[in-house]
């Protein structure tokens, strides 16, 4: 595999034309065709950037480890306003190839399968798509509730016609000892 095949977004690699002596570095950009094909993937507004960079080092004989850096600027509505919120990402990225992965989602219900604790454990793959281990990261990394500085939620209060709508106040352990009070003129 040539560096080129390396640093192309977009590209698939098999891992086993890479040599396991060395170290095989990457770095990959989102070109704009493909930001905004991610954006409207992932429910974002825009992706303004997209980096990914690191290493693919062998683990083992037959094993693989990536090691890198997601680097984005993502834009979001607001959940409050819908006013666009920008957020910049920089994330790292970790993920282990094994080639003797077991999947413990394909156990039958004989067999006794321990989840693992590593997450980031996968199956040796045919081919790796850097860049779909990158868009991967994305999606985990976007807040899930973006919200615009200084953006609070209002308080909705709704009732029957004719009656006082409850506050937050009002529900509140001790509020109806407290309207008691008033209402009898009690004093602090």
């Known amino acids: 595999m040539s560096a080129e095949g390396l640093n192309k977004w977009g590209a698939t690699l098999r891992l086993g034309d890479l040599s396991p002596a060395r170290t095989h570095a990457f770095s990959i950009e989102a070109d704009a065709q493909a930001m905004a094909a991610i954006a409207d993937e992932l429910e974002l507004s825009s992706v303004k950037k997209l980096r990914f960079e690191g290493t693919l080092v062998a683990a083992g004989k037959r094993d693989w480890r990536l090691e890198g850096m997601l680097g984005a600027t993502v834009v979001q509505p607001c959940v409050v306003t819908l006013d666009p919120v920008t957020t ?3 994330s790292p990225v970790g993920r282990t190839y094994l080639a003797d992965f077991t999947d413990p989602a394909e156990a039958t219900a004989e067999e006794e399968v321990e989840m693992p604790e590593d997450d980031t454990v996968e199956p040796l793959p045919a081919t790796l798509s850097l860049s779909a281990v990158a868009i991967e990261a ?51």
């Open 138 to 188: 994305l999606a985990l990394a976007v807040p899930a509730y973006p919200r615009a500085e200084g953006a609070e939620l209002g308080e909705l209060r709704v009732t029957e016609p004719g009656k006082d709508p409850m506050s937050d106040e009002d529900v509140k352990p001790f509020a109806g000892l407290k309207a008691l009070r008033d209402k009898l003129g009690g004093t602090d």
């Open 88 to 90: 910049r990402i920089d």
